[in-house]
């Protein structure tokens, strides 16, 4: 079983940079994939990007491709997603979630099995 805490998430301008970081305890070596998702109000689920823990290989959204950044520090079993420029069109619940089975899609939510309960980044123009 893993348990995932998330943390970082706050309010920040057009064009600001923000990171986020999410805590994983429990069986992690059991996680094959780990990613970040988001979802604002009223709509789905989507991928924002991910990483194959054993490689390091990461995937990213077309959309914030360039802009974010995800990283792991096996060391402190942390996960994270630097976010840069910034657009409020990236104003969303942000969650953690680890997959402790094969992943394909590597951005499909459905695919994983563990969450956090999320932090919340607004972008403000």
């Known amino acids: 079983q893993v348990q995932l805490v998330e943390s970082g998430g706050g309010s920040v301008q057009t064009g600001g940079s923000l990171r986020l970081s999410c805590s994983a305890s429990g069986y992690t070596a059991s996680t094959y994939y780990m990613g970040w998702f988001r979802q604002a109000p009223g709509k789905g689920r989507e991928g924002v990007a991910s990483i194959y823990t054993s490689t390091g290989a990461t995937y990213y959204a077309d959309s914030v491709k360039g802009r974010f950044t995800i990283s792991q520090d096996n060391a402190k079993n942390t996960l994270y997603l630097q976010m840069s420029s910034l657009k409020p069109e990236d104003t969303a619940m942000y969650y953690c979630?680890?997959?402790?089975?094969?992943?394909?899609?590597?951005?499909?939510?459905?695919?994983?099995?563990?969450w956090g309960q999320g932090t919340r980044v607004t972008v403000s123009s």
């Open positions: 979630a680890a997959a402790s089975s094969p992943v394909w899609p590597p951005l499909d939510p459905s695919r994983y099995n563990y």
